[in-house]
């Protein structure tokens, strides 16, 4: 598989007969060239969404007409888009689990908030969440924006994945070197990758502190557009 970091929370993932595009952010991205836009979005066949918030959903309307891909995610979330014109969209909810392809994707809990911005300030738009990935032997979990939480003790010991990407910023999320308390204390990752972070000056610029306390697990920190072979 590859797993190919756009900046920020967004992801493309290549596994199995999917090519999945996790909360695609493009346009506004500081992290992410205009011109690399193009190759995020090529051959992919589903997107998935975590929660509302516009550096996770301001594309996604663009994104779905470009590519043709089917939407999954919040179930009221998917119903705000599909009246704003989304076609094809899932909605689940946490525990539900839908299949594309060879890889199953289940929507597991997250410790956040959820909306988007309307008329008259936020509107609500249901529960934030993460995704268990299956596909190619192995468990990928995506944290989407979230802190640490007692949730990822069951999340760990039923899904057991083998790969992390934790949301890691500090701010709005955990910071690193609370991912790598969470990562040590609720899961047995063999690779991590950590996200939401670099991209404004709020949020952490550096890794280290996951790296430090995960010893024996391999932390990459990603560089957009860069493929992580696993």
């Not at 695609?24 to 066949?45: F, I, Q, R, S």
């Not at 918030?53 to 994104?63: A, G, I, P, R, Y």
């Not at 299956?134 to 039923?158: K, L, N, P, Q, R």
Request: glycine share 12%.
């Amino acid at each position: 598989m590859n797993i190919i970091w756009l900046g920020h929370g967004s992801f493309r993932i290549e596994i199995e007969d999917q090519v999945l595009l996790v909360d695609p952010w493009l346009t506004g991205n500081p992290m992410l060239d205009d011109a690399h836009h193009a190759a995020a979005l090529e051959g992919a066949t589903q997107i998935l969404v975590t929660h509302g918030h516009f550096d996770h959903t301001q594309d996604l309307k663009m994104v779905a007409e470009k590519t043709g891909a089917p939407v999954a995610g919040m179930v009221e979330l998917m119903g705000y888009f599909e009246a704003q014109g989304v076609e094809n969209t899932t909605g689940f909810n946490k525990g539900g689990t839908i299949t594309c392809g060879k890889v199953a994707v289940t929507m597991v809990p997250a410790s956040h908030s959820s909306s988007v911005s309307g008329d008259n300030g936020p509107v609500y738009m249901g529960a934030e969440t993460g995704f268990m990935i299956a596909g190619e032997g192995h468990v990928i979990y995506f944290s989407g924006d979230t802190t640490i939480m007692a949730d990822m003790s069951w999340m760990g010991d039923y899904h057991k994945p083998d790969i992390g990407i934790l949301s890691a910023g500090g701010h709005y999320t955990m910071d690193m070197a609370g991912a790598a308390y969470a990562a040590k204390k609720y899961f047995d990752f063999k690779t991590v990758i950590p996200c939401h972070y670099r991209t404004f000056d709020a949020l952490e610029q550096s890794a280290d502190a996951l790296a430090k306390g995960l010893p024996g697990v391999n932390v990459i920190e990603p560089e957009v557009m860069q493929a992580i072979s696993l």
